[in-house]
């Protein structure tokens, strides 16, 4: 009896230590499953296989600390769409006014209008749209940006600064910095082959200026950027000695305006004059000054190398950028007087 009692304790023990290993065991696995759920998440578990964080802090025009996506997929480009479709992004929404200047029905396709008051977006419309990413230009007002940051991350950009610097910042931003490159590298390419199209119509050291005529009846003499970037960075051309004075003290500067009186001694051997057709006041400015004697007299114009172009030739941006290297080629090899 002694002895069918002790093997009754044994096995009793026996059981008891099974069911409480059986228990440990599945314990130790509950506390590894959860531990390998965690460090997928945060990526510490295996050094070589971390992920990438979803979001990171961009520093914007304004010097504001913005908390952005990695990989944003819902981006409004408010005065830069054509920036965004040059590097492969189809924006969810922008100010259609400006961007159907430059941009054409198909490229514009799917993107919705936000335009508002002025230069101001529409937030209602921005809402509606659940945008993970808003891009706006630095000369938006503060309580705009402050009030699109309650709807979305909200990145200021400067828009003065060059197109090519702008394309790089917006592909850093929306994770496309080698379609920024590329696209980079394609213009130039394509400005080296109209370099040598224009080798018997520009010869070396030729120069021209870019005009515009505004309805306060002044003319305004264009820099590096917009018209000035085709003429002298693509195509080869130089500033007259007088025009380079201009912009001495401010050689970022987008343009300096001028008296009708002082042309002759500051445009160069071709002059591309940007006037806005549908300004009924401009139009007839404009043609008074083609009436004159001033302007028939200018060398550029006996020569028939004065070219009188639409406001589409005054935008700055990619998409445009891109189509003056055809049309400014155009101009000069019919050589055709304005």
């Known amino acids: 009896m002694t002895k069918l009692r002790n093997h009754i304790a044994i096995f009793t023990v026996l059981t008891l230590l099974a069911l409480l290993l059986a228990s440990c065991g599945a314990n130790s696995n509950s506390a590894g499953s959860q531990h390998s759920t965690e460090s997928a998440s945060t990526g510490s578990a295996d050094p070589s296989k971390q992920t990438e964080p979803a979001t990171r802090t961009f520093k914007d025009a304004k010097n504001r600390s913005v908390v952005i996506p990695q990989q944003p997929q819902r981006i409004i480009a408010h005065y830069f769409p054509a920036e965004a479709v040059a590097i492969g992004i189809k924006p969810i929404g922008t100010n259609l006014v ?12 799917g993107i919705e209008d936000i335009g508002g008051q002025g230069t101001e977006p ?8 659940n ?8 000369f938006l007002g503060e309580a705009s940006i402050e009030a699109l940051s309650k709807i979305a991350p909200t990145v200021a950009v400067s828009y003065t600064i060059d197109v090519f610097s702008r394309l790089q910042l917006l592909g850093d931003i929306t994770g496309k910095a080698k379609e920024a490159e590329a696209w980079i590298d394609s213009y130039r390419s394509k400005a080296q082959e109209k370099r040598e199209q224009l080798k018997s119509y520009v010869k070396p050291g030729e120069t021209a200026t870019a005009l515009n005529y505004f309805q306060d009846k002044k003319l305004y003499v264009y820099g590096n950027q917009r018209l000035g970037a085709t003429m002298y960075d693509a195509l080869g051309f130089q500033r007259t000695e007088k025009a380079q004075q201009l912009f001495a003290d401010n050689p970022n500067a987008l343009w300096q305006s001028i008296s009708v009186e002082v042309l002759p ?9 940007v006037v806005n057709d549908a300004n009924p006041d401009i139009k007839s400015g404009v043609e008074e000054l083609l009436q004159s004697p001033l302007w028939k007299n200018l060398p550029a114009v006996k020569n028939g190398s004065a070219y009188i172009v639409g406001n589409k030739w005054s935008f700055y941006d990619p998409i445009t950028l891109d189509w003056l ?8 090899m019919t050589k055709s007087s304005n």
């Open 122 to 129: 529409n937030l209602e419309k921005v809402l509606a749209l």
């Open 131 to 138: 945008p993970d990413l808003i891009l706006v230009p630095d």
């Open 265 to 273: 001694d500051v445009v160069g051997d071709t002059i591309f004059t």
């Open 98 to 109: 400006t961007a159907k200047q430059i941009m054409s029905e198909d490229q514009l396709k």
């Open 325 to 332: 290297l055809d049309e400014m080629p155009k101009k000069l």
